[in-house]
């Protein structure tokens, strides 16, 4: 009976624990949010290590795998790896800087033209209907642009402040990415110290155990980023491609965003084809109209063809856990948070399934023997 009690006792004060835990979760995201502001660049030189990595062991194993020092092996594979990031970075931006001040200086300077092409497609859709005024589109960009023009003078401490976020941000990047390079180089090192502290705080049984658990939740993290960011650059290509034949204007522009949106799960496919839409609806309404008919096709095919492929079916995680990850974790991390949501989806699953429904399990195994 006192255990019973126990039992139930246990139960209630972690039910209390975690209701206040999710009904405080702004306070929380405030907490790690204030932790991270101090840990930022080496949490970030953190990331972009674990995520460049599988691409030095691919080419250490397969371009250096002759060579005897296996530590020249190591750094000449993380040259060549930090050189490819380095080179697409700069392709991508010199391509989508110019775009985007084009894009920007043309719909300003096209505001009617698109506004009277935008009518002429209601007036053929409405079967020819009563026009729609559409003078107020022109307004509204010409009285945005004066407002925005006379602001900046009343606001120059949040301009301040925001340019000096940004140039934090930048320098916290700098500093992180010189950080991924001194751990790639020093992966090997790292790994061993961890494991000799790991083994001198925890017993051999734990530590295997430990061990193997990290060595799981490695492989979900990095088998689900490959495939995540293959995925989005078939995306993206094929999204080139289409528009690319279909003689569609700010082709890379919209590639990218369509591309890179895609890695998001769930709510990244429509926003991509939101943003894509927009920006071409703007040039002309049946370019958005073929463009998100394609993209329905394209996302098809990517949920039901492309990513069983890729991933070689499910993680096996339920769609609730999944949408529920998305949730919390970009509440509590923002755009990491839902980017990261599927594979930690995954390792939560993993660790009820593999490790706490296993114990429960055993326990009720010893409690029927006894």
């Given at each position: 009976?006192?255990?019973?009690?126990?039992?139930?006792?246990?139960?209630?004060?972690?039910?209390?624990?975690?209701?206040?835990?999710?009904?405080?979760?702004?306070?929380?995201?405030?907490?790690?949010?204030?932790?991270?502001?101090?840990?930022?660049?080496?949490?970030?030189?953190?990331?972009?290590?674990?995520?460049?990595?599988?691409?030095?062991?691919?080419?250490?194993?397969?371009?250096?795998?002759?060579?005897?020092?296996?530590?020249?092996?190591?750094?000449?594979?993380?040259?060549?790896?930090?050189?490819?990031?380095?080179?697409?970075?700069?392709?991508?931006?010199?391509?989508?800087?110019?775009?985007?001040?084009?894009?920007?200086?043309?719909?300003?300077?096209?505001?009617?033209?698109?506004?009277?092409?935008?009518?002429?497609?209601?007036?053929?859709?409405?079967?020819?209907?009563?026009?729609?005024?559409?003078?107020?589109?022109?307004?509204?960009?010409?009285?945005?642009?004066?407002?925005?023009?006379?602001?900046?003078?009343?606001?120059?401490?949040?301009?301040?402040?925001?340019s000096f976020n940004i140039g934090k941000n930048a320098f916290d990047l700098i500093i992180g990415f010189i950080m991924a390079i001194y751990f790639l180089i020093d992966k090997k090192r790292i790994l061993a110290g961890t494991a000799r502290l790991l083994k001198a705080l925890l017993s051999e049984k734990h530590y295997r155990e430990s061990a193997d658990f990290f060595h799981r939740c490695n492989r979900i993290l990095i088998r689900y980023i490959i495939c995540d960011l293959l995925d989005g650059l078939i995306i993206g290509v094929a999204n080139f491609i289409f528009m690319t034949i279909a003689g569609m204007p700010y082709v890379i522009l919209t590639s990218v965003v369509v591309g890179v949106t895609n890695l998001a799960p769930t709510f990244g496919p429509i926003v991509g084809g939101v943003i894509g839409g927009f920006i071409l609806v703007l040039v002309n309404p049946w370019y958005a109209l073929w463009f998100i008919i394609f993209t329905i096709i394209l996302q098809t095919c990517d949920g039901y063809v492309i990513k069983p492929k890729l991933f070689g079916g499910s993680l096996g995680v339920p769609a609730v856990w999944i949408l529920v990850s998305i949730i919390v974790g970009g509440r509590m991390f923002g755009v990491w948070g839902v980017l990261l949501a599927i594979p930690f989806a995954a390792i939560f699953d993993y660790i009820f399934r593999e490790i706490i429904w296993v114990r429960i399990n055993r326990r009720k195994t010893l409690k029927a023997e006894q």
């Open positions: 009976m006192e255990k019973r009690w126990g039992a139930y006792t246990v139960a209630t004060c972690s039910a209390v624990v975690l209701y206040l835990v999710l009904s405080h979760l702004n306070l929380f995201a405030k907490g790690i949010g204030a932790v991270y502001g101090f840990i930022s660049p080496v949490f970030i030189g953190i990331v972009i290590a674990y995520v460049v990595d599988p691409l030095v062991v691919f080419i250490q194993v397969h371009l250096f795998k002759k060579m005897k020092s296996e530590r020249i092996a190591r750094n000449l594979s993380v040259l060549i790896s930090v050189l490819f990031f380095f080179v697409l970075f700069v392709v991508l931006l010199a391509g989508l800087i110019p775009q985007i001040a084009n894009s920007i200086v043309v719909l300003y300077n096209n505001v009617d033209t698109y506004a009277a092409s935008l009518q002429t497609l209601l007036k053929t859709l409405g079967n020819g209907g009563h026009l729609i005024d559409l003078s107020s589109i022109t307004d509204f960009f010409d009285n945005m642009i004066n407002n925005l023009l006379k602001s900046i003078p009343n606001n120059m401490d949040e301009i301040i402040n925001t």
